[in-house]
Structure formats: C-alpha cells, structure tokens
C-alpha cells in the first residue's frame, strides 16, 4: 500500500517535530496539525486536511472527542499520538485472541455494560474460541490488574491508546477506518506465478483461444468504445453528477430508494437508458415490466414469458430443470399450446429433438431466435407506444441536494443498513408469483378467432394462484 | 494394592496439575506485564530503565515457560501411558491449551518489542529525538514491582541464564512447533470452566470503577487550558 511507505520512511522522523513543539503537552490540536502539514509539505489547506485524516484513518493519530469519527477537524478538537506498539506500518497481524481480551478487559471494567456491536462480538468470539476462553479471560484479568500499577494520568493514556487502536481495527458500525480493507486473499495477485508444467499449459490454452477469436478492425471497435462513452458519460454516477445526491458521499440514501428495482415511478435518467437498447430494457426490473405491459396491450406477451422461462431455466437450480422444461414445452412449444410461440421449422426441429434429453441451455436457439424477433420487431414499436410515453411522462428527475457540513456529520450519524438480500430475494419472489398469478390468456381467445375454421386447442389451464 | 496405588498416583498428578496452574496464572501476570512495558517502546516514556526492566521480565517468562513445557509433557504423557481418568485427561488438556494460548500470545508481542528496538535504538543520547511524544511520561515502576513479585515453584530452582532477544524469538518459535508436533491434543474438544460474561461481575473492590468518567474528565479539563473560548463543544458519549 503505497501510502503507507511514505509514512514508513518520512512519517517517523518528521511526526517527533510537532512532538518537539508540544513537548510539555499531552496532546495537540486539530487545526496545529493542519497548519504543521501545510509548512512542512508545502500543501493547501484542503490537502492536509485530507492527509491528516488518513492519519488519522490510519491509527497514527487519534482525536479523544468524538472518538469514533476517524477524521481531522481543524479547530480546537484535541488530538494524541498513537504510541508505536499500535502503529499499523509493521502490518502485523490484528488477532481476533487480542481482541477478546479487549473485549473482556473492557467487560471487567464496565461491569457487562458494552455496545452493541461489542456484545456481538464477545458472543461470536466466545463461541468460535471456546478453547482458550479461560486463558483470555485471565490474560483479562491480569492485565487489568497491571495496568492499575501505572499512575493515573498514564493509565487513562493507554487506555485511550488501546481503545483507539481498536476502533481502528475492529470499527464500530458508522466509522470509516483506513483498515477496513475486507478479507485477506488466499494468493497475492502481485507475486510471481511458479513456472510449473501447469502454468505454460494454461498460457497455451490461453493463446488458443485468442488465435481462434473472431476478429474485428480496430476503427471498428474503437468506433463501439467511443459510441458507448458518449451514450454512458451523462450517466455515470463517477463522471457526473448522481441525482439527487451520490449516497456514498453525502450518505444519503435517496438515490437508491428512488432506483429501487421495482419502484412504481422511475427516474428520467433510468428511462432514458431503457431507449439506449433492448438488452438495458430487460436487463431493468422496471422496465421488463414496462415492457410486459406494451406487449399485453399488443397481445404477444407470450414471446415475453417464453424468454423469461428461457432464463428461468437457464439459473435456475438444477433439480427441477426438468420439470420446467417440459411446462415450458407444454405451454410454449407443442403443437396447439396455449401460448404458442412462432419460431421458424429448424429452431423448432432442434429444440424438440433436444429437450429429449434436457440440460440447462437446451431452449438456447429458441431463446435467441424469439429474443431477436423481440428486439427487431417490438421494440422499435414500444418506444413509440402510448405505454412507455406514459412512463416517459411520469418519470421524475429529483432536485440536487445542497448539504452543509453540519447536515453532511448528521446524515453520518444515520447510516443504517441497506434491506438485507434476503428480504431483497423475498420481494423478488413475490413480485414473481404475483405475475404467475396473472397469465393473460386474452391472445388465446384472439388466436382462436383468428383460426376459425381449424380444430379448437384443448382447454388451457386455468392460471395458478 | 493396585486401588491405592492408583489413588497415590491420581493425588501426585493432582498435585503436579495445580502447579502448573500456579505456573500458569505467573506466565499470565509476567506476559501482562511485558505487553504494559512493550507499550510504552518508542514513546517518551521509553528509556533504559524500561529497557532494563523488560528484559528481565523477559527472563523470568523465559524460565517461566521452559518449566512449564517440560512439565506439563510430563503430565500429559503420564496420561498417556498408565490409564487415566478421563477428567485428569482433561484437565491436562485444557493447562496444554492455556499454555500453547499463552505462549502464542508473548511470542506476538515479543516481535513487536524486536521491531520497535530496532526502530527506536537509542544508543545515543540524539536518539531520544525519535521518540514520539503519547502523552505518557513515566510510571512503569509500579509494573516492575508486580513483575518482581511473581513466583514460581522452579524460578528460583532453576537457574538458567536468559536468552536475548532474537534467540528467544527463535527459541519460543522452535519451542511452539515441537509442542504442537509432539503431543496430538484436539484444541477444539477442551471447553471453558466459566461461561460468558461472567467477569464482568466479580471485583467488588475495584475504587476504580469510573475509568471512562475519568477520560472524559481529564479531556474536559485539557480542552479548558487549552482553549480559551468556550467553542461548541459536545464530547459524545466516551466509550
């Protein structure tokens, strides 16, 4: 990580400096640090101020109020140096042993009064080292009781030291700390690969394939990349501005309330995408149902519906692969099926022969063909339907958010958790059934007049509740 | 005859298991005091007095864990060969865990207390410029004569000399490995004595209750002398 190379190499010798000035002192000063920074590395204000929260961020140093914000103020808000056993430059190794003897130290000292995220972690931790509870407990215990032997001043020293390491290490939900970096790789992505009999077999595969690429001019595909970034560039939430605000710097989370995928009025930016191509259509929750309603209108939702069984079958879980096959080929393929899909005589003739003996991509060539015909045929006459200009018309664009940085620390303050994916799944399957519920067997009666004279189909089923 | 011999041999093992346990909670003591002097490395409580004092700190775990090793391959071995009660099995596993625990622990703390030596040597007196400035200005007296006062039945027995630094690294580690490799102890089967949380009820004479009180006093007071005006404060909640 290069940012902390610098501090390895520079950090030490020039941190002690302010150490010199404020030599009598137990601590130091929010806005002296940003003023040190901006002498010493001939920096404007706004730059050490983002530098001195990486600092902080960091664990090099810790402010004592407000101790769970790991960020710089330039007031008068009080800051220490972090002694160097807790220094995050050698990398060692933050155990989850050191931590339950924090947690139990702290337990002993607060008499079973911890935070919440504390209490989880204690549990947890309880659980999974079971082992050697005992030993953390004592290990508590008797560094509780060493630590009493230092005079007071010190005592509370480190116990702010220690605390502070950990909310470094371990935050509590709702601070941003520097060492938040996610789980540890099995492999490094950076060290050299060992040159094994397996290795150059993998590069021969590798250059196998690219030879048998298809290949296209560099105008062209270049051509593709620029059309793509014009098309996209008003629409990327890092190029441009997020409507109404971007929640990962404001933490405010309209943007994704108003984006959530099956909200009943959509925002203009998302309807625009709809138009950009088919596959931005049925890719969107929202707009697939958008969708769905133009081709009920047009009575030829079933190319819809086979596409979706198509998918369906595709992801779907491998034990009951079999039995949605055949409900597909029952409802879409078979000769006088309900809803009955106009494929050409090859597709049909190889997608009967397969589903003989049915596997996950058996309905591929259908699929593609109907997806196609969708794409060239209903699409185009979609966009210039009454349906998608109704939505057109009821899309809303939100106003920008203006916040102060007494709005901005409020709204830090509230973060919560997003719906857990569960739930999200649950919404998902809902919303699925409901439209099971409602198969629309309207282009059945109409086929039927349409065929007149011809035998009439067998009864279709009634639609499942 | 071969009742009361057994019961000769269940009282010397029960005997050698409380020893160790004594030996045990010094090694605790010992390594807790160490982690309070490897704290303070590098910071403007560091000093040669600090130095001098974890060394010997040092030594006293040193013996400490040497005794304990040996012992406690004893007991679990003498497990092994006569047939034992399935507690004392026990019991001897769970002193093996807590022992392997501990020294796991010391050695990660005796690699910090290496790497902030070497960083932070000071051979000279322009060397003290180096250290950084905690807020913490002496005290580990008070840790020292906790150390001094730790006893072990074979501290004083065995006298052996102490290892520096890097030998005892490499000693401990050397130490770890063998241990792990020679004696087949399923870590996941011992179980602890007490449940959970329940050191936060003991101590009814700890004055010192009121810790965070005292952290919150002692910014309130800083921030007075510090700054003049009475800016807006509000100092949260502390811990």
Redesign the interface.
Known sequence: MTIRNPLRDHG??Y??RI??L??L???T?GEDIITWLVDRFQMDTQEARSFGSMLVALGYIYP?????RLVIKP??S?Y???????WPT?Q??V?D??YAIYL?KR??????ILELHEQEH??RL?KWM??????????????Y?????????????????E?AYWVVHRPPPGTVSAMDYGLDRLIDPNADEAKTPDFYARIMIFTQQSIMRPRVKSSVSIGALVKYCATYNSHDPFLSKCLPSNPWLTDDVTYWTLNMPYVEIPTKMRVERWTFSFAELLSDPRGRNDFRLFLKKEFSGENLAFWEGCEDLKWGEAATMREKAEHIYKTFLARGAPRWINIDGKTMEITVKGLKHPHRYVLDAAQTHIYMLMKKDSYGRYQKSPVFKETVKKAICPEEHHFTDAQLEQNSKKRRPSLSPIILRQMEQEQRAKMAANVDITQVMSKLSKQGKEAPPPPCPPPKK | MSRWRRSVDEMGVRRQQDECERA??AL??T???F??L????????DGSFLRDEMDETRGLAHRLCCGLSKRLVRLLSHCDSDPPGVEDRQVSE?LW??FL??V??FL?DL??AC??IG??PLRQRNDR????????????V??A??VALVQAPWVTLEEQPSPDLTNHIAGLEALLTELQLRVPVA????????P????????PDDP??T??E??EV??VS??MA??CQP?C????R??
């Open positions: 030490q010798r941190r002690p150490a010199c404020k030599k002192q137990r601590h000063v004592l109020q407000d101790h769970k007031d008068a009080l220490r140096f972090q002694t160097p056993y807790f050698q060692w190794p155990e042993t050191d139990a337990n002993i000292r607060k008499k079973g204690y549990n309880h079971n082992h050697k509870w005992d030993f953390i407990v004592m290990q508590a215990k008797e560094q009781r060493a630590a009493k032997e230092r005079k007071k001043p010190d005592r509370v020293v480190f116990d702010c030291q605390r | 045990q909670s605790s003591r390594t807790s005091c982690q309070q490897v704290a303070s490395l590098g910071s403007s409580a769970r865990v807590l625990s501990a796991e622990n990660s690699h910090k790497d902030l960083r932070f410029r180096s250290l950084v400035n905690t807020g913490c200005t002496d005290g580990v008070g840790v004569a906790r870590f996941w089967e011992v179980e602890a004595t007490q959970a949380w329940v050191e936060g009820h003991g101590d010192d209750v810790l965070e005292l952290m002692e910014v800083n921030k510090a700054c800016a404060c509000v100092l949260g502390v811990g």
